[in-house]
């Protein structure tokens, strides 16, 4: 015999199946490529150990003729290369049970796409509920309450959740027999394919109403309207997701509701932008003010301030008010407020402004007839 698969296990010939299982388990544990020190060759060993002793047939045929056995396949065809290239525990289907392997990678998630052992029973969770809310531009930036209006699963008014008829009793589950849990057997050009699924009847609960509410049909939610007031914090910004706990859809017979996911989209403004914690706007001064300095009332979004403009401003430059921007997340510090300055050339000028605008040429020695303002 080329191979002890006992020996691979590390269990006596005269190991019970439970004792065979439970060896597996531990070296698949240990051995699993994805774990540190795991090796594809050692955990193929492994499984085409366990793949033989775990079923009493061809482990009969395997005591009876060793290595005949082996060459004839008697290990159920299993080629590692083959369950690689067919995209390893995604589509591997062989003549496996779900539930045990499950129990082994639950640390890696439910890679088989079945759950495993007792992680599938229980009332199923409510789903996430996804709402997009709209907010105009000033509400994002110091914040505010909105009422909102969700139609969704709710509770059921009349079983309050239990699924049963008012009055009525309740007692085993006569599908799942009190389990809670459904096993299922699917025969494949492949071998035996078990599955194990929460109970229908009874939500994985084990017991059920011998008369179901007959508002929800035992469901234990209906449709309804929940009326929600929601804060939306000061500085959000479009795209940005608000989680609600416990506000989503309700779940299976009291179990526990999902979430609401509030996705934000804030409405332009008509004078300003927003750049991080930055507001940007834009300010027309006259080339007078430009020139000999003065000051201008400017609109924020805090209300009306005085921005003083220097002597000689150009036109594009950018001032900043400390301050006035947008609330940090979560914190009382605040952006600023980026202002640019754009001169207004006024379309025509009469003949005291042409006199002014010469003579101001005139004292920094510029020619203005001809030029400009001519």
């Not at 995604?90 to 392997?101: I, S």
């Not at 035996?192 to 609960?205: D, F, H, I, Y």
């Not at 202002?339 to 101001?360: C, Q, S, T």
Request: net charge positive; hydrophobic share 30%.
């Amino acid at each position: 015999m080329s191979k002890d698969y006992y020996q691979v296990l590390g269990v006596s010939k005269t190991a019970t199946t439970d004792e065979i299982k439970k060896a597996f388990r531990k070296l698949a544990h240990e051995h699993h490529p994805d774990k540190k020190g795991g090796t594809d060759a050692k955990f193929k060993e492994i499984n085409e150990a366990y793949q033989v002793l775990s079923n009493p047939d061809k482990r009969k045929q395997y005591d009876q003729f060793g290595t005949a056995f082996e060459s004839a396949g008697g290990a159920g065809g299993f080629n590692w290369s083959d369950w690689q290239r067919a995209g390893g525990f995604g589509g591997f289907q062989g003549n496996v049970d779900f539930e045990d392997l499950g129990d082994i990678f639950g640390g890696l998630g439910d890679i088989f796409g079945f759950g495993g052992g007792n992680r599938s029973r229980g009332p199923r969770r409510g789903a996430d509920l996804q709402v997009e809310l709209a907010v105009d531009f000033a509400e994002a930036v110091f914040g505010v309450v909105k009422n909102l209006r969700l139609e969704k699963e709710i509770v059921c008014s009349k079983c309050s959740g239990g699924g049963a008829e008012p009055g009525s009793k309740v007692v085993t589950c006569s599908t799942c027999h009190g389990s809670g849990q459904v096993r299922q057997v699917q025969r494949t050009f492949l071998g035996a394919m078990q599955t194990t699924t929460v109970c229908n009847m009874c939500a994985g609960t084990g017991s059920a109403p011998d008369k179901l509410c007959s508002r929800c049909s035992g469901q234990g939610k209906e449709r309804g309207v929940k009326n929600l007031e929601v804060k939306i914090p000061a500085g959000i910004n479009s795209g940005q997701l608000i989680r609600i706990s416990g506000e989503g859809q309700v779940g299976d017979r009291g179990a526990g509701a999902g979430d609401l996911l509030l996705y934000i989209t804030v409405r332009p403004h008509k004078f300003f932008n927003r750049s991080g914690y930055n507001l940007l706007t834009e300010k027309e001064i006259s080339l007078p003010l430009a020139a000999l300095g003065g000051k201008v009332e400017l609109k924020t979004l805090d209300g009306d301030v005085s921005l003083k403009i220097p002597s000689g401003t150009q036109s594009g430059t950018v001032f900043k008010i400390a301050g006035r921007g947008v609330p940090h997340l979560r914190s009382s510090k605040r952006g600023d407020l980026l202002v640019k300055v754009n001169i207004r050339i006024p379309g025509r000028l009469n003949k005291k402004d042409r006199e002014l605008m010469k003579a101001l040429g005139v004292e920094k020695g510029e020619t203005i007839e001809g030029g400009l303002f001519s």
